[in-house]
Each structure stands twice: as C-alpha cells, then as structure tokens.
C-alpha cells in the first residue's frame, strides 16, 4: 500500500510547534510582506500567509504596492525594513512587474532577514553547507520526503527541474543528507530512464502529470511540487489543480508520494514562518 504524505498535517504539527515556541521562548516574531501590483493568484497567497503566520503568533505586515511602482521606491521600502527592528522577515511577492528587477530587489534584502532563502548570501551558505535561511518550498520537500524515508543517506535521488527557488536548492539539500543526486532539465535525454533509477523523485518541472508511472521505480518516493491548473470537463466540468506527476499511475509504484493539492503548498507557507521564528531568535 501506497504511503500518502499528508503536507497539509504535517505543516499544521509545524504551525503549532511554532506557536508554542513563540510563547516559550517570549519571541516577538515579525514578517513584512511586500506585494507589487494586482497579480490575483498572488494576492490569495499572501492572504494565506497572514492568516497563517496570525496564528502562529508572528505579527505580519502587508505592504501592497501599485503596479506601476518604480524599481528605487520599491528599494526604498526594503530599505526601511531592513531597518526596522520590528520586522525579522521580508518576503517580496514573485513575480514582480516588468519594470523592476527581481534579482536587484532580492539582493537588496539584508540577508539576516531574508526568510525566502534567496538572497546570494543565502543561496551561497546553503551550497557551502553553512547555517542559511532555507528556501521554503526545498524546505517543505525535505521534511515530507524524511516523514517516508528517515535515513536518506546513499539513495538516488532525481530532481527535475534546475530552478533557483526550487531545483537547485532541493539538490543542494539531498547533497547534504548524503544521497546521490542527479539534477535534470529540459536539455536532459532520457528523462525516464533516469528517473527509473531513483529512489527518490522530486518533481518541479510546472507541467500536468508529465511524470508518467512507469517513470516511478517500485518501492520509489515521490515528492510533487507541481501546481497546476487543468480543465476537468470529463468530470466536473470546472477546473482542477495537479501536479507534475500523474499520481494515479504512480501510486501503483511508489512506496510514498505527496497529493496535490495537499503536499508540498502547505508545507511552504510553514516553513516560511519557521524562517521568520528562527530570524527572531537570531536577532535576539
Ligand atoms: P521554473 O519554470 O522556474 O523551472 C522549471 C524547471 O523545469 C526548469 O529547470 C526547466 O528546465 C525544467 N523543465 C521544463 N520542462 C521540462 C521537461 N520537458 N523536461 C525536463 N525538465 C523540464 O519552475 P519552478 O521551479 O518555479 O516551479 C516548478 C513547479 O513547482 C511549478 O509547477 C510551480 O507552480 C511549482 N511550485 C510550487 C510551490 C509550492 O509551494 N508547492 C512553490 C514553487 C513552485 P530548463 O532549466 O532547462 O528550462
């Protein structure tokens, strides 16, 4: 029988541990979120995080700029956060507008309170194995792949997809938990065959059920970070969010794999405040 990781669970266990540490340790936890133009998917997530960071015990602050908004007043506002001592997180919303450079604005978040893990400080003490703010979503992968699979020293492990924010730092993470890692990308040949060979899949490609189950080796987990949105005609005639791995087929395979919805998405906005609790306790 297949093991579904329940992410939603687990991050409500993280949500909870979290508050009761605010509490124990007399922390003040504060998250700035910053949110550029009127993107509607990004403004249901940073809803979410608010909600969620409220009843954890961490103040938060959203900051929601109009679209137009230049690249200097938007470094104006990281600036007076960087400063204010109130706030222990930043999180600038992606994407940004156009007219604004993100690597520009990231780089100019201090990097003692740059929760989403992004900044090159950040990225680079993470490859360098040094303490570092985690990005959340590798984060997130992390805890519910050792929820299956406690001792992931020696497995193979495949991530597909090479991305900043989740290929590479996801690779970077099995690295250091000891599993032999291959990162694969579009320019990749065999893709399949490559991901028969592993013990462990982390998929983050941002394409519907493209991991088929004959990809999965048995006894294989699988961690999805797909979220996509498909019609669902047959069925209900609405739309349906999946994954990047066709979970039905795959189930038959796997010894565990994460559902979507209700995997890694849950776990990103925990780990986020997880990031901002450990900010707090490091500025004293
Ligand atoms: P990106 O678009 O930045 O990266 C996608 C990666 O997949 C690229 O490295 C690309 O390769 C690779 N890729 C694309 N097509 C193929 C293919 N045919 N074969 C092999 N590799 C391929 O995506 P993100 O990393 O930002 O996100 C990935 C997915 O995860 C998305 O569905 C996104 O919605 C989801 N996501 C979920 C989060 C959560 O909270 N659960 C958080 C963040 C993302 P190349 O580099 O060669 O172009």
Known sequence: ???????AAVAKRIRAELAQQVLGEKLSPGLAVVL?????????????????ASEAGIES?????PAETTQAEL???VDNLNKDAKVHG???????????????????????????????????????????????????????????????????AI???RSNIVGKPVAQLLLQADCTVTIAHSRTRDLAGECRRADIVIAAIGKPEFVKGDWIKEG??????GINRIDDVVNTGKTKLVGDVDFAEASKRAAAITPVPGGVGPMTIACLLRNTVLGARQAG
């Open 36 to 52: 550029v133009g009127e993107d509607p998917a990004s403004q249901v997530y940073v809803r979410n995080k608010s909600r969620a």
């Open 220 to 225: 294989a987990v699988v961690i999805d970070v």
């Open 90 to 156: 930043i999180l600038v919303q992606l994407p940004l507008p156009r007219q604004i450079d993100a690597q520009t604005v990231i780089a100019a978040i201090s990097p003692d309170k740059d929760v989403d893990g992004f900044h090159p400080v950040n990225a680079g003490r993470l490859s360098l194995g040094l303490p570092s703010f985690v990005p959340c979503t590798p984060q997130g992968c992390m805890i519910l792949l050792r929820e299956a699979l406690p001792d992931l020293a020696g497995k193979r």
């Open 75 to 77: 470094l104006a506002l």
């Open 1 to 7: 029988m297949v093991m579904i990781i329940d992410g």
């Open 61 to 65: 602050w959203q900051h929601t700029l």
């Open 159 to 161: 991530v597909l997809g």
